[in-house]
């Protein structure tokens, strides 16, 4: 058995203080305050239980500092994914997850679940492995040493306007599949390991039409598949004019009629919602994704946090198009800007705010997200001697850290990041290479 001591740890009780942890495996067997340092491995600081980044596109890490010619418009970001989207292949898109991956790692993210829809070819047709890219995705994930779940994302139409869905434009054409059957198709050909699991996506209301969206429903749990769905809600308010316009009813609602909104689904961003959407999340007990970096970057709006947890919903986090990875970041985005949407202070109390960075269970990973025996064996340490942290009590760590503070961390008892370094190495050069890589592809 392997042991790690800790001066501070963050339990579910609170914290506490000359923290043992025995792990078995993959799991913690002992976990014991108020004890010697003995010959237990000792992590500085206070140990935190691994992140969950609920929403990822890995390809986006390509885009950092890219988008922002002309002011930044949405346009300006629309067509530089576009663009980088087209130059992905296998080969290069493996290069680039690692790379964003393992810099999630070092910021103290243990899973993630990965928004995929860059299936195809840039024409459209299949690879000869119809799952090249999503199986890319999935070695990056363990070269990198986090858990993935890739979120098999359907998307069949170019839009929605109040005249209906129009069809793919040239440069989607790699993330359709024709229609539903043909999705799951592929999807039943992906394999789930000891740190990958599949799970299921809709793009959105504007990307699958209302009788597709009827007809996933029966195949949210099939083959290796978690029962587990994740869509775009809601994020800008054009798409909730376009739904009404067109079905009548809000995206929530539509997704709702359809059958896929309950306890196992995920409203990624959950921008703009109406009082009637908010009580139905919140009556289905599902997840609200709220991406607080990306969120205020694409000027999308703030979503209303406290009102959905009220409801009975829960919350989660993602650094989605990756402009940060910083899980520290997302939570006081969240946090902070509550405050600035209400005005108030006090809105989010530290547990719920530690809930929503821990989340792995909305993404498949039960198991995972808290430091009590029988858990995955996770753990994040974080410096409280830098300059950011100096001073703060262990227990607001969260409101004062940033990913540069993260030491060491642990996933499934293994060690992927000790002492700042990452196991694959210098993680700033595999991202200047890799992204270089891309954009120098035809």
Known sequence: MTSYWAEYALLPSGIAHDVRFTLAGDVFDRIEAGQPHGDAHRLPGVVLPGFANTHSHAFHRALR????????TFWTWRSRMYDAAARLTPDNYLKLARAAYAEMALSGITSVGEFHYVHHN????PYDNPNAMGEALQQ???DAGVRLTLLDTCYLAGGLTADGHVPLEPEQSRFGDGDVSRWAERVSQLWDDATNRVGTAIHSVRAVPRDQLREFVQYKHFGQTLPTTHAHVSEQPAENEACLAFYGMTPVQLL??????????????????TDGD???????????????????DLADGIGPSRELLDAGARLSLGSDQHAVIDMFEEVRGLESHERLRTLHRGRLMPEELLSAATAHDTV?????????IGAKADLVAVDLESPRTAGVPAEFVLTAATAADVT????DGEVVVGDRQHRLGDVGHLLTDAINDLWEAP
């Open 122 to 125: 840039p024409d459209g047709t």
């Open 408 to 411: 060491d961390v642990i996933r």
């Open 140 to 142: 990056a994930a363990r």
């Open 65 to 72: 500092g890219r988008t922002h010619a002309e002011g930044g």
């Open 364 to 372: 498949g990973w039960s198991e995972a997200g808290s430091l009590q």
């Open 256 to 273: 709702a009629e359809a059958g896929v909104v309950d306890d196992d689904f995920t409203a990624v961003h959950a921008t703009h919602l």
């Open 278 to 296: 908010i009580k139905t999340l919140g009556g289905a007990a599902s997840i609200a994704s709220f991406c607080p970096t990306t969120e205020r």
